[in-house]
């Protein structure tokens, strides 16, 4: 491929710069499109947004853990869901590019009228999360190492043995806004997957 100048801009140098960041992902993103993957989405210790309209859990735990990455420790609240039907769901990240500046990634998937986004064995690592939430059959202040309702924690998960975490049969999300270190899933499944990668900020809020 050339190198080609746009307004001072070598379009080579840019592209090699976000090819880890942005075409990896857009090829995975469309792997999981097409199946069912493992999946583990952590944007090299930077934070990223995502939201939902609507989020419907099965198997349901909280506990807080401590993420580590480049830019250090990260206290987090992390959600368990044994399996979870999403509508409408986008996800977005700032990548700061040298002399070129923010470019903006954004994936979304499930949309309104369509088949949902499916996933399992579900674990998000947020430390802000907005909803409107409803819990069936929960139990709130349970050892996190007796938790029996969700998928318990995860293995790779820093936390503090029998500290404090709730539970609950099924939860049900609306308006979902959150920002997130770090999400895996043992299968993620994105039904209408489309993807925009812009320079300047442009996220899912």
């Avoid at 307004?7 to 140098?13: L, Q």
């Avoid at 939902?52 to 349901?60: H, P, Q, V």
């Avoid at 909803?131 to 995860?154: E, H, L, Q």
Wanted: proline share 4%.
């Amino acid at each position: 491929m050339e190198s080609l100048a746009r307004g001072g801009t070598r379009w080579k140098r840019f592209a090699v710069v976000m090819v880890p960041s942005v075409a990896a992902t857009a090829a995975i993103g469309v792997a999981l499109s097409q199946g069912a993957l493992a999946a583990s989405f952590s944007v090299s210790g930077q934070q990223f947004k995502v939201t939902a309209d609507t989020l419907d859990g099965k198997g349901f735990v909280q506990y807080g853990a401590l993420d580590s990455g480049k830019s250090g420790k990260h206290p987090v609240a992390v959600v368990g869901l044994d399996s979870a039907e999403i509508t409408n769901l986008c996800q977005s990240v700032v990548i700061p590019v040298p002399v070129f500046g923010d470019v903006s990634m954004k994936l979304t998937a499930g949309k309104p009228g369509g088949p949902k986004v499916e996933a399992k064995k579900l674990y998000i690592d947020a430390d802000d999360l907005q909803t409107n939430a409803t819990f069936n059959n929960i139990d709130i202040g349970v050892d996190v190492d007796s938790t029996t309702k969700g998928p318990g924690p995860s293995k790779g998960d820093k936390y503090v043995p029998g500290s404090f975490a709730q539970q609950a049969e099924s939860v049900h999300f609306e308006d979902v806004k959150q920002r997130a270190w770090a999400t895996t899933a043992g299968t993620f499944k994105l039904s209408g997957l489309g993807m925009k990668v812009q320079k300047g900020k442009h996220e899912c809020y």
